[in-house]
């Protein structure tokens, strides 16, 4: 089916289920689905506990760590950065109650809210702003924090965390007072940027600009020691048994506490969605979905007509993929990485398998993503390869004569323990066995010792995931540069790298994506540096009398400002 044609589909699938939901409230007598709750009177403070699943445990609390879906979840309940961002995507004051950007668009100067505290009490305060970015860029952090990049947009702060980096040839800056950012007074933080960055703002909303209370100096077990941690968020962390539960509690010092209508938030930690699933079905659950757990592929049929009140489905820009390791044998071919990709059928997969309205594709970034006038995706069509199982084998057996192979090694492809992940690794095993005739083992990992694998760069081939963290194709493509913090796959092309230099401080937007579009595809076209599966969509099940549970463009969710009705 023709990506057109499957949009139009999955359009009409939505409306029908829209439909089914609007004729499934009050009045429903068929006996599918819960009665719908209209009402928006929040029950008494005692009823107030919003219970969630998440289906991988958080490595870390440490905004600097953090690298994954899961953590951001939790985070967003424990921190609060300078601004937040709103229900439509847009910021909206956090930390900061104002800011003012100079004319030349380089330099923020934000106001902290004086009602602004920790959790002890203590003041919020420019300077763990300061503290807390200085800490992400330090060379000496250890481990690198992976993020570190994003704070690059800062004046000399990419000099100052590559300062001991042999093979970094800008120029270095020793001292931190040379970074641009400075605090002013205790209510003043002033950042000056390298060049205009028109969503810079929306980045401080993120993980790894979130403040840190200096009290952590000396302690290097505060981020998985809860009694230790203090947060300027909504909640606070009140109970984590390793394995079993998380639980945030709601956090009287913080500014906007009246806001808070939710006394707790308890999150089991279960990696099974069919479990997950019998859980909200039983009523122990109030939420059930990505990116915090899953439902079955194979249930999400059944369950959008039992209960169509509750089922959402939503197209989110986030990207599915495998990442090859391409500094080894036989991956370090592009030829071979090529055949692998080619080798791939994607409708099947998103029909048969993951069943969730999920797209096909065959670029990196995914729908959802600003462009010019359009989406990035609708200016900049994603036809990079095609699924040729002919071309596929030649291209294989030019690789491996390339590499003076006459036969692949073993090869195994890793994924982090799902259930969901696994339908789809065996799905693209099979695939690979009968299109191209290769034997691939699979092989799971949980989830924190999975993400050091891939770190370290110990996998052949490796499933990977990427949200993004800001509207802009950005988000998508720097992570590919050469050292970057979150390229897992050893990649370096500097003409890549180039590209997406000049787009940091390309003030022409059209000319800015035709660098973003050069660039994907030397990534994908070119070099085949991941394969590309499907652009997701967020399937979820909320119960009727949970209200405000925040899902933005990237698949983000928010659970602060939710409530539970009458």
């Known amino acids: 089916m023709k990506r057109k044609s499957f949009l139009v589909l999955l359009t009409l699938v939505l409306a029908v289920g829209a439909l089914l939901a609007g ?13 719908e709750n209209t009402s928006t009177t929040p029950a008494p403070a005692d009823k107030q506990i919003l ?71 203590d003041p919020v305060k420019a300077s763990d702003f300061v503290f807390a970015w200085q800490r992400v860029l330090d060379p000496s952090t250890a481990p690198a924090p992976p993020y570190a990049y994003q704070l690059y947009y800062i004046k000399n702060a ?34 000056e940027l390298e060049h205009p960055t028109p969503y810079f703002l929306g980045l401080t909303s993120f993980y790894t600009f979130y403040p840190v209370n200096p009290s952590i100096k000396g302690n290097d077990k505060w981020a998985v020691q809860k009694d230790s941690m203090i947060t300027n968020g909504p909640f606070t962390l009140t109970a984590w048994d390793s394995g079993q539960k998380i639980e945030v509690s709601k956090n009287e010092n913080y500014w906007g506490k009246d806001e808070i209508k939710l006394s707790k938030i308890t999150m089991s930690l279960v990696n099974s969605g069919a479990t997950e699933l019998a859980s909200y079905r039983s009523g ?50 592009a030829k071979i990485r090529k055949a692998f990709a080619m080798a791939i059928q994607r ?56 590499e003076g192979m006459t036969t692949l090694p073993t090869i195994t492809m890793l994924y982090n323990s799902s259930e969901s992940h696994q339908k789809i690794a065996l799905a693209v095993a099979d695939m690979w066995k009968k299109n191209l005739g290769v034997d691939v083992k699979t092989q799971n990992q949980e989830w924190g010792v999975f993400i050091q694998t891939r770190n ?17 194709p950005m988000t998508f493509l720097d992570m590919w540069t050469t050292g970057n ?73 928010d659970f602060t400002r939710a409530y539970i009705t009458q």
């Open 284 to 333: 122990q659950l109030d939420y059930s979905g990505m990116p915090t757990g899953e439902i079955p592929t194979d249930q999400i049929t059944a369950v959008k007509n039992e209960l169509p009140n509750e089922f959402k489905a939503k197209g989110i820009a986030s990207t599915y993929y495998y990442l090859f390791n391409v500094t080894e044998k036989p991956f370090n071919n």
């Open 456 to 472: 370290k760069l110990n996998f052949q081939i490796a499933r990977g995931g990427w949200s993004a963290d800001y509207n802009d």
């Open 51 to 121: 219970r969630v699943n998440l289906s991988s445990e958080p490595p870390t609390f440490d905004p600097a760590q953090a690298q994954d879906s899961q953590t951001n979840a939790v985070l967003k309940t424990l921190y609060e950065g300078l601004v937040r961002m709103g229900p439509d995507g847009k910021e909206i004051p956090g930390v900061a109650e104002s800011w003012k950007i100079s004319d030349d668009g380089k330099t923020y100067t934000f106001k902290l809210r004086d009602t602004a505290k920790w959790s002890n009490g």
């Open 158 to 191: 990419e000099g100052y965390n590559l300062s001991t980096s042999k093979s970094y040839k800008g120029t270095k800056v020793t001292d931190f007072k040379d970074v641009g950012v400075k605090a002013v007074d205790d209510h003043t933080l002033q950042v």
């Open 485 to 557: 913090g979150n390229n897992n796959s050893g990649y370096a092309n500097p003409a890549y790298d180039e590209l997406i230099k000049a787009a940091k401080t390309e003030t022409d937007p059209a000319k800015r994506m035709e660098d973003f579009a050069k660039a994907e595809k030397i990534l994908v076209q070119d070099d085949m540096v991941m394969l590309p599966i499907y652009y997701y969509s967020n399937v979820s099940l909320t119960k009727p009398n949970v209200k405000d549970i925040g899902l933005d463009f990237s698949g983000a969710i």
């Open 347 to 402: 409708q099947p997969i998103v029909e048969r398998v993951t069943m969730g309205g999920q797209i096909p594709a065959y670029g990196f970034v995914p729908p959802g993503i600003k462009g010019v006038s359009q989406e990035f995706r609708s200016e900049h069509k994603d036809d990079f390869f095609k699924e040729d199982f002919t071309e596929a084998k030649k291209l294989l057996q030019e690789g491996m004569k390339e």
């Open 23 to 35: 004729c499934g409230g009050k009045n429903d007598t068929n006996g599918k689905g819960a009665q």
